[in-house]
């Protein structure tokens, strides 16, 4: 298995190595486990403190199910998930940690520090709560709610997300998408969190109200210095919040580097395939376009060898028998296949 | 299918493009508990064979209650209030006789449950879908979905008689089982779907969503449509499969001269797409122009500032996205004046709050609702 912190510690606040996640088949009255959905098939990733990485991918790549193993909302199958807390160092200096080995009382405390934002600005907030409550609701579970002070948050938070105080005693069916997207922001801030693991956070929104999303998240990472974890699958939205973007297939990471690195020196075929998928805002750019064939793989029944080889075109005999590792070909830009060195791929 | 006449699959050169749909001042309206939402007010646009019309806008400006009215399905409580919608239709029948005379519809004048519009709807105009799991039949398979539309809608000529007579003769049938499910295992083909002879005995939960998204178009398309509505079509795709979806569109509108109506909020799509782009906010046409001209000479502010606030893949500009500030107004309160003034860039106090801006051109075929450019 690959190593992902390639030595250096510098700042990494989470560190992802070899993720699993295997969700079973069953059939039949004895509900027999007849073969696994490999969701998540040894992902390794890394976050730096202040920045946001993205995390690309088509629909049922394994992208969301990732991101909710890292906070163990899913019980990964194995791997490690390293993380820098606070919360659980007795001299208040941050330690590293393996979330997967902690207790649940103790992984209770780092949730602090770690949020989430929902894709579903709608079915993520409880209708019978109000937005106050909403909001408090993190602060009481953690035993943080004080009368008054904790008030008084709530409403800064809600004005920093650009709502109105008078909005408290509102539920959520009485805003729009938009504005229902923000209370799930300020939640996800009440307990000042470190990492902010935001799933599809602007794919249900409007163009107008996606940028005003997206604004926003880049405002509140500079003033709390958040890191971020944005899964999305919109390539051009993902470009334009992430410092350094991992993009997944079928359960792993293909390849992950800088955003500007990614976008412009592709070093992996799904990569460059999915770049110039991208239908561009403007009607005199003209590409050829690669189109992939068929559709993304199964992942209880992925195919041999590297994943992507039945849709890339250059595929060679090597790729059909043997897993790509995922390597370090260039300082900080990673890549899982066999012929990145050789080819000369087209970014943007 | 060998008795296909010739005529309904040469692409017609440019010039002799004739207008296929006229729609003049139309105007949906809902009334509702609470009052009278103008879904639609004032829509005027042209279709011509052939041609693509994209619409765009944000979610609730009315793109697919046009749609709809077109096709006579708006949801009830709507109700056409105003407006024509012309159809410049060649029957079926009369298209099998090699007749190329047009005659004149007023759809909005049509029983919506009547002879004449079911004819028409899914007929010679089609209609996909955003949603492809919830608009297909879960107990149908894909093959008895296509046989539903081409057993309602195709007809073919009885028989065709030699070179040496003049006319053909005007009879026709309509398909069999056995050719309906032909054109469903070509159709299936046509769209791209892997091994369309065991596809079309699938049930749509066992097509996953790309593929049925392609059944959808392949139903739409079996009739062989003079016009395509899309409704946001590839919005609930993924890029790569979105990226073949939309070649499927292109290619099969070249090779039947179909004209294409796309409705879409993602300009990306809609700049390799369309001809023509009608741009909506809140029910109403604010600028409608060439693709070439609205992306790189937008003049409404609603245009300029939609056209900003999307991010551009490229090398990183590092610089934050030009939002439209607010939110979509209430329906059914719209402010005074231009619908867009309190959230526009531009807003002139004293006259964008207080005079309705008229449909001005300003340019060839360019066109834009706004205060700013009227005289």
Not at chain 1, 47 to 73: H, N, P, Q
Not at chain 1, 182 to 205: F, K, T
């Amino acid at each position: 298995m690959a190593q992902t912190t390639n030595g250096k510690t510098d700042n990494i606040l989470l560190d992802v190595k070899g993720l699993k996640k295997y969700f079973p088949i069953q059939k039949g009255l004895l509900r027999r486990t007849v073969g696994y959905v490999k969701a998540v098939d040894d992902v390794s990733l890394y976050v730096r403190e202040g920045e946001t990485l993205g995390l690309v991918g088509e629909s049922g790549c394994g992208k969301t199910t990732a991101s909710r193993c890292i906070i163990r909302l899913y019980e990964p199958t194995a791997g490690q998930v390293l993380f820098k807390s606070k919360a659980l160092s007795a001299n208040g200096q941050p330690k590293m940690v393996n979330l997967l080995e902690l207790t649940r009382e103790e992984m209770t405390k780092v949730r602090e520090e770690i949020a989430m934002i929902f894709q579903d600005p709608i079915n993520s907030l409880n209708p019978r709560m109000t937005v106050a409550d909403i909001i408090a609701e993190p602060m009481v579970i953690h035993g943080k709610y004080e009368k008054g002070k904790s008030e008084e948050l709530i409403i800064q938070l809600l004005e920093r997300v650009g709502l109105r105080p008078d909005h408290l005693r509102r539920y959520p069916h009485e805003f729009s998408g938009g504005q229902r997207q923000r209370i799930g922001i300020a939640r996800a801030l009440a307990l000042n969190p470190r990492l902010v693991l935001c799933d599809e956070p602007v794919s249900a929104l409007d163009v107008s109200i996606q940028a005003q999303t997206l604004n926003l998240l880049q405002d509140l990472q500079e003033e709390f210095n958040l890191s971020y974890l944005f899964v999305a699958h919109d390539l051009s939205v993902v470009q334009h919040i992430s410092d350094r973007v991992a993009v997944m297939y079928v359960g792993k990471v293909a390849e992950m580097a800088s955003a500007e690195e990614l976008y412009a020196n592709p070093l992996h075929p799904y990569t460059e395939a999915l770049l110039s998928a991208v239908p561009k805002p403007d009607p005199l750019y003209k590409s050829e376009r690669i189109i992939m064939q068929g559709d993304v793989a199964d992942p209880s029944n992925p195919p041999s060898g590297c994943y992507f080889h039945p849709r890339c075109r250059y595929a060679v005999d090597l790729c059909k028998q043997k897993a790509p590792e995922f390597r370090e070909l260039k300082p900080d830009h990673w890549v899982a296949c066999h012929r990145a060195e050789e080819l000369k791929l087209q970014g943007i | 299918m060998s008795t296909i006449p010739a005529t309904q699959l040469t692409t017609a050169p440019q010039d002799t493009r004739r207008t296929l749909i006229e729609v003049r001042d139309l105007k949906v309206e809902f009334n509702i508990r609470g009052g009278v939402v103008k879904a639609v007010d004032g829509l005027t646009l042209d279709i011509k064979c052939g041609q693509t019309v994209g619409i765009i806008g944000e979610s609730g400006c009315g793109k697919s209650v046009t749609a709809r009215a077109i096709l006579r399905m708006v949801p009830k409580p709507g109700k056409i209030t105003g407006g024509q919608i012309l159809y410049y239709r060649v029957p079926r029948q009369k298209k099998l006789a090699g007749s190329n005379e047009v005659e004149v519809i007023e759809l909005t004048k049509l029983d919506p449950d009547g002879e004449v519009i079911r004819q028409i709807r899914g007929g010679e105009i089609a209609m996909i879908f955003q949603e492809p799991m919830s608009s297909l039949t879960p107990v149908y398979t894909a093959g008895t979905h296509i046989h539903e539309a081409v057993s309602l809608h195709r007809l073919l000529p009885l028989k065709t008689v030699g070179d040496q007579m003049v006319e053909r003769i005007t009879q026709y049938r309509k398909v069999t089982r056995e050719e309906a499910r032909e054109i469903a295992v070509q159709m299936l083909r046509r769209v791209g779907i892997p091994k369309p002879e065991q596809r079309v005995d699938s049930y749509p939960h066992q097509l996953s969503g790309g593929q049925r998204q392609r059944v959808m178009i392949a139903i739409a398309l079996s009739t062989e449509p003079d016009m395509l509505i899309a409704d946001e079509p590839t919005t609930a795709l993924d890029v790569s499969i979105e990226a073949q979806i939309l070649d499927i569109m292109r290619e099969l509108q070249q090779t039947a001269n179909m004209a294409i109506m796309f409705i879409t909020h993602n300009l990306g799509v809609i700049a390799s797409m369309a001809d023509e782009i009608v741009v909506m906010y809140m029910g109403k046409q604010v600028e409608r122009a060439k693709v070439v001209d609205l992306f790189y000479n937008p003049k409404h502010p609603y245009t300029k500032a939609l056209l900003q606030s999307v991010p551009k893949l490229g090398p990183k500009t590092g610089q934050r996205l030009a939002s439209i500030e607010g939110m979509v107004p209430d329906p059914l309160h719209l402010p005074t004046g231009c619908v867009f003034h309190p959230r526009c860039p531009a807003f002139i106090a004293g006259k964008c709050d207080r005079h309705v801006p008229n449909w001005v051109q300003v340019g060839d075929n360019h066109w834009v609702r706004c205060l700013l450019y009227e005289e």
